[in-house]
């Protein structure tokens, strides 16, 4: 399986401008992140990607629709694939609003609040990633499969910190399951957030 951290966002951009939290709730990608989406979606076009899912986060949706307009792909849209809330952009968009303005998408199973309304704790994040690769293993049907989601998240499951729109190989069966960097973003500021 493939995990990809999204591409750049508008919160991204400003805080490696200023290192300080922008305050913007779910951002949008800038050009940049579309532009780093664009370029996943053309290295993944040969690796027989069958299914995405993508956390409900707007950042990472752009990315997700990006990529899975480039495969000719649909998206699921899980929450438990979300960043770890401790900054301004994790505050999600209600899922009523989401399901205006992407109704191509299944969200039904959302709730308006979707997102933890409070600071995530580490051992919370841990639990969250270990019972998504629990279930990745025993579903057994992770070949194939893209993960769009976050910094956090990425780093719990896998060790590693990346930049946004890097993308990552796992093995989910393993435990540690190991993973390695297979595209980092050609068009990427080291001081991303």
Not at 30 to 43: I, P, W
Not at 73 to 83: F, P, Q, S
Not at 163 to 170: A, E, H, K, M, S
Not at 176 to 187: C, I, T
């Amino acid at each position: 399986m493939f995990l990809m951290r999204h591409g750049e966002s508008l919160f991204n951009a400003e805080k490696s401008r200023t290192g300080d939290d922008p305050g913007i709730a779910d951002p949008a990608l800038t050009a940049r992140g579309a532009e780093q989406a664009r370029d996943v979606a053309t290295f993944l076009g040969g690796a027989s990607i069958r299914r995405i899912v993508s956390s409900p986060y707007t950042r990472a949706l752009e990315t997700a629709a990006i990529v899975a307009n480039a495969l000719g792909l649909a998206i699921t849209v899980d929450a438990g694939v979300g960043e770890r809330t401790a900054f301004s952009c994790d505050v999600g968009t209600p899922g009523a609003r989401l399901r205006e303005r992407w109704p191509n998408l299944d969200l039904d199973h959302l709730d308006d609040v979707w997102w933890p309304t409070f600071e995530e704790s580490e051992s919370a994040l841990a639990v969250r990633c270990e019972r998504f690769r629990e279930g990745l293993v025993e579903a057994g049907d992770w070949t194939g499969l893209l993960v769009v989601s976050h910094w956090a998240f990425i780093r719990e499951l896998t060790g590693l910190a990346v930049l946004n729109g890097t993308v990552l190989r796992l093995d989910p069966a393993a435990a540690p399951p190991p993973a390695e960097v297979v595209k980092v973003p050609a068009n990427s500021d080291e001081a991303q957030a």
